[in-house]
């Protein structure tokens, strides 16, 4: 059997389980009542006493009338406001805008410097391992070139001692 063939029934049995599950609790009880077809019962017209519901207008009628003139009278600090002229408001408006620019932008320079700062302390550390990189990038070509010197000296040595009758490892 093919690893698709595989997983083929394994969906086809996880779906029939599905159906049993979702179905099974009404089969089960059909089979346990019977399959036979049971008319409808007919029940006689209710009679009750009940009172009439009562209307939003009898419950609360103040809800109806949204717009009350009153309101604030009795409050010294909403009469002030409500008696402001409508240049002294947008004044006002102008300068709660004004001060909220002025935090966001005080804001602003403080994170700018910030990163400024963060940005200058990432250069110096670039700097400090591009330094490094080229210490360690002339050193190693030092060694390099002292390993070439030394294995000329080496294959000189061995030469002169194959002359002199040394036959080697």
Known sequence: MTRRSGLRC???????ISALCVSGPALYSKIKTGFYFKP???????????????SILKLAPGL?????????????????????????LLSEELKLQKTVSEEHMRHMNITFGEARRVASQYQKEAEKCNTATETC????????????????????????ARQLGWEGE
Request: proline letters at 10%; glycine letters at 2%.
């Open 64 to 88: 109806v009338n949204l717009s009350v003139p009153d309101c604030g009278k009795d409050d010294p600090d909403v009469k002030e406001e409500m008696e402001k002229q409508f240049v002294d």
């Open 137 to 160: 990038e002339q050193a190693r070509e030092q060694v390099e070139a002292l390993m070439r010197q030394e294995r000329k000296i080496t294959s000189l040595w061995e030469r002169r």
């Open 40 to 54: 409808p019962i007919s029940c006689s017209p209710c009679i009750c006493d009940c009172p009439p519901p009562l």
């Open 10 to 16: 394994c969906l086809i049995t996880l779906a029939l």
